[in-house]
């Protein structure tokens, strides 16, 4: 009997430590689904009104070289590179000014590249708006994981560096340059004129699908009600339209687009 009694009170005593377990596993369920409704609940809220947004993008894609010799029968490239200018002009969803839609803070990061080249070296830099479709390249201006711009409202700001006014009045501008596509590389044709753009791709037999490269980042706004809010981007490095692409020298691609920054604090 006490045997019988003893293994009784351990399957009660089992059964009851099961109970237990049960009745936690369902009390953390319901409220996991709680917290996971609130803040969904919260998010839809907080962005039920969008602030901010980009609503056009424009890029352009070119190609330039470095020369180390030149003769009549022939010249070599030192550093053939192709680079693609992109303006990603952000806009407040808001007509009125106000410490809503007025920029704080803003901060580029995440940068990925998602394809890469099979030739090359890529890098991402800041560039002037004035600049833009131009070759040139500041080495200063690279981007190392991540890019702070300064915010100003002075009526005139020194764009070589990264600065956004406060009123969103000049796009973000950025330069992605895939350099070394060729190096020491000697063309043998110099029939035709030698042009320092896109066109030197195709003397140097470089394959367009060569140089496909996705790239995508994140941007991050902070309002002076110190809301904060983020949209990610990716872009395709245009090479190809419907009818010309940068063999023809280069090609623009302007895009309107309505990408939200959603807020998440």
């Known amino acids: 009997m006490n045997k019988k009694k003893l293994i009784l009170t351990i399957v009660t005593v089992f059964l009851f430590l099961i109970l237990i377990l049960l009745t936690y596993l369902l009390f953390h369920k319901l409220v996991m689904k709680k917290s996971f409704e609130d803040d969904a609940l919260s998010f839809s809220i907080k962005n039920e009104n969008p602030i901010f947004a980009i609503d056009k993008i424009i890029l352009f894609s070119g190609c330039d070289a470095k020369n180390k010799s030149l003769s009549y029968t022939n010249f070599t490239l030192e550093n053939l590179y192709q680079y693609t200018d992109m303006a990603f002009f952000?806009?407040?969803?808001?007509?009125?000014?106000n410490s809503e839609n007025t920029l704080k803070k803003l901060v580029l990061s995440n940068i990925k590249y998602n394809s890469s080249p099979s030739c090359g070296e890529i890098q991402l830099?800041?560039?002037?708006i004035n600049n833009f479709s131009k070759s040139d390249i500041l080495e200063e201006n690279l981007i190392n994981n991540k890019l702070n711009f300064e915010i100003t409202s002075d009526d005139e700001a020194n764009l070589d560096k990264p600065i956004l006014y406060n009123n969103l009045a000049n796009p973000?501008?950025?330069?992605?340059?895939?350099?070394n596509i060729k190096t020491d590389y000697t063309i043998t044709d110099t029939s035709s004129p030698i042009t320092y753009d896109g066109s030197l791709l195709k003397k140097c037999n470089v394959s367009l699908e060569s140089l496909a490269c996705n790239l995508?980042?994140?941007?991050y706004i902070t309002n002076y009600l110190d809301?904060?809010?983020?949209?990610?981007?990716?872009?395709?490095?245009?090479?190809n339209l419907d009818d010309k692409s940068i063999y023809d020298g280069s090609i623009t691609l302007k895009k309107?687009?309505?990408?939200?920054?959603y807020r998440y604090k």
């Open 90 to 97: 952000i806009k407040s969803l808001s007509d009125e000014k």
């Open 256 to 261: 309107d687009t309505n990408l939200i920054f």
């Open 227 to 239: 809301q904060e809010f983020k949209c990610s981007i990716s872009v395709d490095i245009p090479l």
């Open 216 to 219: 995508s980042f994140d941007i």
């Open 125 to 128: 830099y800041y560039k002037n």
């Open 172 to 179: 973000i501008v950025l330069s992605y340059v895939n350099s």
